[in-house]
Structure formats: C-alpha cells, structure tokens
C-alpha cells in the first residue's frame, strides 16, 4: 500500500520518530490515503477538487474509512483542505494498519504528564522490511527500472516532501537517480501530478508557518 511505503520511508525504524516535521509527515501520510483512493479508481482530482467516482466501498478499511469521510462532505472538495484534515490522525491510522499487517508494532512511551505511541518495527524480519523501503526506491531510481504506478506516485511525494535525501542519501552513488526523478513525476497521470504539487504547497506552508 502506497501509504504504509511512505510510513516506513518517513519514520526512523530504531526509535519510530519522524524523519520529517511531523506536521509534513501527515500531510505525506494524507496524500497517500488519497493516492490509494485515486489508484483504486474511486477518486479523481480536477482543478484542484476531488471528485468521487466510485463510491463502491474499497477492499481496504481504513481506504474505505477514508473514502467514506469524502462522501459525507461533499461540500468540501478542495484538495488541500483535505490533505490539512487528513493529516491530523494520519500517522496513528497508517500505523496502526501497518500493526495490523504485521509490520510494526505499537510502543508507548510515558513522559511526565503525557503518553505517545510509537509504531515502529521491533525484531529483525519487521527491521529488514523497513529498511528495504528506501533501498528498494532508490535501486529501481538508480538502475532506471521500469516503475509502477504506485512507485511514481511514492517517488513523487517522497520528493514533494523532503524526503529525498533518506532514499537517495549518496550523492556520488545515487547521481543518476536524482536525474530521472524529474520526469519519473512528470510521466504521471493529471490528477496524480496535481496530488504530488498540493502535496509539495501543503508542507512549504507548514513549514512557513513554522519557522515564523
């Protein structure tokens, strides 16, 4: 799942803390949960709103959760309204998918006067996995693999994101990557590519606000 990918890519797998703000993490998170939708055929985005296609209920839970959260709203189509609202409870709804699969596993951490759970990979066969989720982008980058739709997509938003520089981390090694990332993005469908630009206008404007 496009979203469990960018979980693991996004998350340290030693202390399950995010690589990123974790504002824009969210924001990553949610426009993956979309990206689902919109590879599943249930969702479209035109001129910056998203339309429902379908609303033949995924096979997914929490894609269906998703979907149904659309259907109840359709005042509010605009795709960085979405992508703001999503990505509140994001990571805790990716994780805890992730825990369901196996994957990950939930840790809560006390502090003095709060809790937080962490979702992260705790023996060695769920470490592996999650460390050949960026080694398996950056090979099929490097090696100019023919991708699938859903690995543009994930490259896309790793780049629209922040996220590069923890898949592609060697300069030197990974030269040839960062070239075809570019057109890796630009060779998606119109609705994909508009996902990926509010994805990249969602976390500048998170940052923005951040750093005021």
Known sequence: ML???????AHEDRTGRSRLHPRA???????SLLGELILDNKLRIF????????NHPPR???DHAVLDLLIA???????????AYLSQDAAVRVGERLERSGAVESVTRRRMLSTQTFYMPNN?????????????????LVRGLDMSITDRVLAGLIAATGLTRHVLWDFEAH??????????????PEDLR???????????????????
């Open 47 to 54: 001129a910056g709103d998203l339309e429902i296609v379908s």
């Open 194 to 212: 508009q996902l990926i630009e509010h994805t990249e206008a969602s976390v500048g404007s998170v940052l923005a606000v951040g750093r005021r």
């Open 3 to 9: 979203a469990d990918q960018f979980y693991l890519i």
């Open 73 to 83: 709203q359709p005042q509010h189509r605009d795709v960085r309204t979405w992508l």
């Open 175 to 188: 030269r040839s990557a960062f070239a075809v990332l570019p057109n890796t993005v630009a060779s998606l």
């Open 25 to 31: 993490t969210g924001i990553g998170l949610a426009a």
């Open 124 to 140: 060695e066969l769920q470490r592996n996995a999650a460390a050949w989720a960026p080694m398996r982008l950056a090979n099929i």
């Open 60 to 62: 997914d839970g929490l």
